[in-house]
């Protein structure tokens, strides 16, 4: 069956350090999206892709970086972890058909804590 | 992206008919009306979606009146596993979705 993975699904790192979380999808899905979710504030939009090699920010990209070289993969860094990224991160991926609404399938998120 | 406003929470009883209502105001012609379901420690799961009248699954059903500024997500006799947050979307089908804060559905026994 056709899955979407985050890895890992904990994480503890300091004030400053790289981190990188690793979303893969099997669905051949062209986009691609990465949320953080905190208390209170429901999902908000990191990063998104369209596809291989596209890459936009979304409402809250300041901290974040994605690439994308393969359909499969967009994986998240944060280039120098501050405690404010202390969240939950999700990742999601959905076909890319024009005619209708394009429904998003949800991976089991990252739990980040930056200490 | 039109936003949307709807209740923060909700309390219900089991066997009950569960109504959330979501307002978007500023919908635009090309937007979808979307609503999604999220339980702890999961990652939201797509409920149903419309984009006039009503629209009927195997879960919900979607009421949208003919304006279009606001649609009420219908759930028939809620069980306790319907305690969840469920959020209301409306986008364009250009693949970016919006996220408001949800409702916070709680079912008692």
């Known amino acids: 069956d056709a899955e979407i993975t985050q890895s890992p699904r904990h994480k503890i790192t300091e004030t400053g350090r790289q981190v990188t979380l690793a979303c893969h999808q099997t669905?051949?899905?062209?986009?691609m999206f990465w949320y953080r979710q905190d208390l209170g504030h429901g999902l908000r939009l990191i990063h998104y892709?369209?596809?291989?090699?596209?890459?936009n920010k979304g409402e809250v990209s300041d901290g974040y970086s994605v690439s994308r070289s393969n359909t499969e993969d967009l994986p998240l860094t944060l280039e120098s972890a501050a405690s404010s990224q202390t969240s939950v991160y999700f990742c999601?991926?959905?076909?890319?058909?024009?005619?209708?609404?394009?429904?998003?399938?949800f991976g089991p998120g990252t739990r980040l804590t930056v200490l | 992206l039109a936003k949307t406003t709807q209740p923060i929470s909700m309390d219900s009883y089991e066997g009950q008919e569960v109504n959330i209502t979501c307002s978007h105001n500023?919908?635009?012609?090309?937007?979808?009306i979307t609503w999604y379901q999220q339980f702890p420690s999961q990652g939201p799961r797509f409920i149903i979606q419309?984009?006039?009248t009503k629209v009927t699954n195997e879960v919900a059903s979607l009421f949208i009146p003919a304006d279009r500024k606001s649609s009420t997500l219908s759930l028939p006799r809620v069980s306790l596993s319907d305690t969840a947050v469920y959020y209301c979307?409306?986008?364009?089908?250009?693949?970016?979705?919006?996220f408001g804060a949800g409702t916070r559905l709680f079912v008692k026994a």
């Open positions: 669905w051949n899905h062209n986009n």
């Open positions: 999601a991926s959905s076909e890319s058909t024009i005619s209708s609404y394009n429904e998003q399938f």
């Open positions: 419309g984009y006039k």
């Open positions: 979307l409306v986008e364009d089908g250009g693949f970016k979705t919006i």
């Open positions: 892709s369209y596809g291989v090699q596209d890459t």
């Open positions: 500023n919908i635009a012609t090309n937007d979808y």
